[in-house]
């Protein structure tokens, strides 16, 4: 079994590693971390500085869970880019961070949580922060 988690280096992408992991250890499955940052985005940096990759690889080395992680930073949809990882990587499960937003916020920013949600082809899990 393979695990997708949509990772974003803030509190809301550590509340959904932290939940990732405890899904990884439940399964025994594989976790594969993806971190995709647009490279045009001057609206929020989403890109996973190499420390915080230090920091993110030894937390999975230290759970013992199976994982990879996978850094992407090109211009186009992040939403687009978790449905697909999931799509080549045969996923079972996708776990996304996911915050409230305003309806404005919505329809300025639009919904990447939204769209996996709505598009995924596997069970998406969705973690709010506690």
Same mark, same amino acid.
């Given at each position: 079994m393979t695990i997708l988690l949509g990772y974003k280096p803030s509190d809301l992408g550590e509340a959904a590693l932290q939940r990732a992991i405890e899904e990884a250890l439940r399964h025994k499955a594989r976790l594969?971390?993806?971190n995709v940052a647009r490279g045009d985005s001057a609206i929020e940096d989403t890109r996973l500085t190499d420390p915080q990759a230090e920091e993110l690889q030894r937390l999975l080395t230290e759970s %013992? *869970?199976?994982f990879e992680v996978e850094r992407l930073v090109e211009p186009g949809d992040a939403a687009e880019e978790i449905i697909e990882a999931a799509e080549r990587l045969d996923a079972e499960l996708i776990? *996304? %961070?996911? @915050?409230? @937003?305003t309806a404005v916020g919505k329809l300025i920013l639009g919904s990447e949580a939204q769209r996996i949600l709505m598009h995924a082809s596997c069970p998406v899990l969705a973690v709010k922060v506690p």
């Open positions: 594969v971390v993806l %013992g *869970i199976d776990v *996304i %961070g996911m @915050r409230h @937003r």
